[in-house]
């Protein structure tokens, strides 16, 4: 009988508990949990580019490197943590075991005091006395050799444990003993927290081992390779020093890279083939690899004699683990401090921005930031990225990667291209996939440029050529026929409205802090700027609110409405406000084309749902896919799935003819040098696909491809009715409410809210206000779970807030 079994044996009826007992459920939390892992310690996943090629052996030789040298006086105790989340083949096969019965050997080996552990917390084995395989269950079996003079300590863990020695999601299913991804990392991020627990006088270092190869599937079916990238640990490779290694293990670098993994080495026994010359070369050495010698193949060998021989191998890898974990936490520690001499942050006054405030992101995994918090125990900690990058992001983590693999597969074919005249798949399919859906009924050209300010101004250019075309008497003073006379074209638009940042776009709105003399001294603003009414929940009804212009209407004569959809009901168009309404824009065009002959207004610039009657420039830049509308219309930021800057802009067939003719000098002359870049374009094609199908994007209503409601009623209610906000906006992926201030609190360059924002990072959402604005963008994939989670957040800390 092998010692492992009969251990579990003789334990069977006096399991003993952990002195850290972890107890979890196996379906999955919902929403998904946020991870905090310290940093104050080394950490390193153990990966393999494939099974069988000596993940434990090489776990095992760096757990001997690290602790068994013999102590000095002044040195701190060791302690070297070793995970292995998932385990199969058991309890026949245990790596856990297998680490800690070698380390106990070469401790009396080379007579250094250790004390070993070694625990499976859980296991899908049947209850003493069954056959019948119940479910993954609590085993809390432990087994430990103390020795009392040891400075040095090993504690093996293994965390879940099947009996089918097959990949854990076939073993998983067959044992009805299935866990879920979050599962397994919440199980991980404990098991780290409490060990790390032994503070800055131990000199610690932890081993996460993974199963089979670098994509083999985990226990819910997901490639290993994603299941573990929300923690995004730095790694060790296992590679293959066999006949093919070398293809296998770049293999498995790649796919790791590819995901965002830090590899720190790469290691590999020897087989004679001398495989570490090309992988170094493919490396470039700028990652070490590290051989092994040959490991003995008579199975009664107990590999002590090799461990013995490899250990300056092990110490040389132990070393540069070591060295890059250092190297990481000094560049994390002073990146806060270099950014504030560097860096010229857009949107943002730099002396009300101490270093301590800085938020230094280590990594981004789907909707969540991986936040460094430099504090006594430095640590890893994840934020709810609640303004989507500025209207940006929708991936989630599979998502994310898929997206990945797009890119990195368009930049090996394409690299960069130019476009005029030339056509190439990915610039192809996206303006295919636009024209056929956002497009589908009305436009027929796709204008591609860089962002969503020159996509505006594109349009603008576009409206005022067909302007022009059309009123042929106008278009022949802009010839130079006629040249005593000048014309001025215009825009309609709201106030209150943003279309970008470029000189051309401010143009086309109304004056506000970006426009100022200080931020802009050539504003003008070239437009009529009619003021809107606006819609907003407060006290739990839905109101609107008219202009001053309009104080003559009081709001007892239109009343309040119980939804959202009351209000924006097609029926309300021939209402007796949609007609005041109506009235007041015709006559503020009279009054406007009556004060000058020689100024006319040639487009109208507004963001989605709205029925004005002119050439139409929709500003749909920040907006969702759904909303997206008609004449012109541009396009920028989600579009991509906030991967890579990317714009368009639609047009009509119309508005193309009105470029045409047998001079190059009509022809629309704007241009970008990346216009339609293969990378933006095929990240583009893949993020209309995946958000539009109800396959991949689980928030759309097939009858319809719409949208379903993301954010809780009830919770939306209760802050609309909350004393500290003045009102609140829900639509779509946009949840905002107005804090309750006073005059000198308000506006844009209010700081408000700085203390909300403040405590809800704590919480795990970053949030950037407008002022006394406070809002939550979510993603079109984001599960209304995780917006509940948000608003629930949100309320609590109003409550705090208020009282503050």
Same mark, same amino acid.
């Given at each position: ?45 153990? !990966? ?29 105790? &060791? ?20 680490? =800690? ?56 863990? $293994? ?69 573990? %990238? ?70 009664? *060998? ?7 021989? @490899? ?31 560097? =860096? ?26 991986? #936040? ?6 430095? @640590? ?23 997206? +990945? ?40 050209? #796709?204008?591609? @440029? ?12 576009? +409206? ?5 075309? *059309? ?38 709105? +109304? ?38 212009? =309009?104080?003559?209407? &009081? ?9 959202? *959809? ?29 004060? $000058? ?11 989605? *749902? ?41 047009? &009509? ?36 696909? !995946? ?43 946009? =949840? ?6 006073? +005059? @000198? ?22 949030? %950037? ?36």
């Amino acid at each position: 009988m092998l010692p492992v079994t009969a251990t579990l044996l003789r334990h069977r009826h006096r399991l003993r508990h952990l002195r850290h007992h972890i107890r979890l459920n196996s379906t999955s939390p919902s929403p998904p949990p946020h991870y905090h892992l310290p940093l104050n310690h080394p950490t390193y996943l153990i !990966w393999s580019s494939n099974t069988s090629l000596g993940k434990t052996l090489v776990s095992t030789g760096i757990s001997a490197s690290f602790l068994l040298q013999p102590p000095s006086p002044a040195s701190h105790s &060791t302690k070297l943590i070793y995970l292995k989340p998932l385990q199969t083949g058991f309890p026949s096969d245990s790596d856990s075991r297998f680490v =800690f019965s070698k380390l106990a050997s070469l401790s009396l080996r080379l007579r250094v005091p250790l004390s070993v552990s070694n625990s499976v917390l859980r296991s899908s084995l049947p209850r003493s006395g069954t056959r019948e395989n119940i479910g993954m269950r609590d085993l809390n079996f432990l087994e430990e050799k103390v020795v009392t003079t040891a400075a040095a300590e090993l504690s093996c863990k $293994t965390l879940f444990a099947w009996e089918a020695a097959i990949s854990p999601h076939l073993a998983a299913e067959r044992e009805n003993a299935p866990v879920e991804d979050s599962v397994v990392l919440k199980m991980v991020e404990q098991c780290l927290r409490e060990e790390m627990e032994c503070g800055s006088e131990t000199n610690l270092l932890c081993l996460v081992e993974t199963a089979g190869g670098v994509a083999s599937p985990g226990p819910s079916g997901s490639l290993q390779c994603d299941l573990y %990238r929300p923690l995004r640990l730095p790694g060790v490779l296992v590679g293959d020093g066999k006949l093919g290694g070398i293809s296998g293990t770049i293999a498995a670098y790649e796919s790791l890279k590819l995901r965002g993994y830090d590899v720190a080495a790469v290691v590999f026994e020897d087989h004679g083939l001398v495989n570490e010359v090309p992988l170094t070369s493919y490396l470039r050495n700028k990652v070490p690899v590290l051989v092994l010698p040959p490991v003995p193949k008579d199975p009664s *060998d107990d590999l002590i004699d090799w461990f013995v021989e @490899s250990d300056g191998v092990f110490k040389a890898l132990k070393e540069v683990m070591v060295s890059a974990y250092v190297e990481r936490v000094e560049r994390l520690n002073g990146m806060a401090k270099q950014a504030g001499q560097v =860096f010229w942050w857009p949107f943002t006054q730099h002396k009300l921005v101490p270093e301590e405030t800085v938020t230094v992101i280590d990594s981004r995994c789907g909707e969540n930031f991986s #936040v460094y918090k430099d504090s006594d125990k430095n @640590s890893i900690t994840q934020q709810f990225d609640a303004c989507a990058s500025w209207w940006t992001q929708g991936p989630d983590p599979a998502f994310q990667a898929e997206l +990945a693999r797009e890119m990195g597969y368009t930049a090996a074919r394409f690299g960069h291209v130019m476009f005029p005249e030339n056509v190439y798949e990915p610039a192809l399919k996206c303006a295919e996939l636009l024209l056929d859906g956002v497009g589908k009924g009305w436009a027929s050209r #796709v204008y591609f @440029s860089d962002n969503g300010s020159t996509a505006i101004e594109i349009a603008l250019k576009m +409206a005022f050529r067909k302007f022009c075309v *059309d009123h042929e008497t106008l278009l022949e003073f802009s010839e130079g026929r006629d040249e005593e006379k000048h014309i001025v074209v215009k825009v309609l638009a709201l106030r209150g409205s943003y279309h970008g940042d470029t000189l051309g776009a401010m143009e086309a709105q +109304a004056p506000s802090p970006y426009t100022g003399f200080l931020q802009q001294p050539w504003y003008t603003g070239r437009g009529l700027f009619l003021d809107p009414p606006t819609v907003f929940l407060s006290n739990g009804a839905w109101n609107l609110s008219l202009p001053e212009s =309009f104080s003559e209407i &009081t709001p007892e004569e239109y009343g309040t409405f119980s939804t959202r *959809d009351e209000i924006f009901d097609k029926s309300r168009d021939t209402s007796v406000l949609a007609t005041i309404y109506s009235t007041y824009v015709s006559e503020q065009l009279q009054e406007y084309s009556g004060n $000058t002959q020689s100024t006319h207004v040639g487009a109208l610039i507004i963001e989605p *749902d709205s029925n004005y009657c002119f050439i139409k420039v929709a500003d749909c830049i920040s907006s969702d896919p759904w909303c997206w509308g008609n004449a012109h219309a541009c396009f920028a930021k989600l579009m991509t799935g906030g991967m890579i800057p990317l714009a368009v802009t639609l047009a &009509t067939d119309a508005v193309f003819d009105s470029f045409s003719g047998d001079s190059k000098l009509k022809a629309l002359l704007h241009g970008h040098s990346y216009s339609a870049h293969a990378m933006g374009c095929a990240t583009a094609a893949k993020a209309i696909e !995946w958000f539009k199908d109800p396959e991949t994007n689980h928030n759309i209503i097939p009858q319809g491809g719409i949208l379903r409601e993301l954010w809780d009623e009830e919770l939306v209610q209760q802050i609309s009715c909350h004393s500290a906000v003045q009102r609140v906006v829900v639509l779509g992926t946009l =949840f905002a409410l107005e804090l309750k201030v006073d +005059a @000198s609190n308000s506006g844009y360059a209010s700081l408000y809210a700085k203390s909300l924002l403040q405590m809800l990072r704590e919480d795990g959402i970053f949030m %950037r206000p407008l002022g006394n604005v406070v809002y939550l963008m979510c993603g079109p994939c984001t599960s209304p779970e995780i917006c509940r989670e948000l608003l629930s957040k949100l309320y609590k800390r109003l409550g705090e807030f208020n009282r503050a």
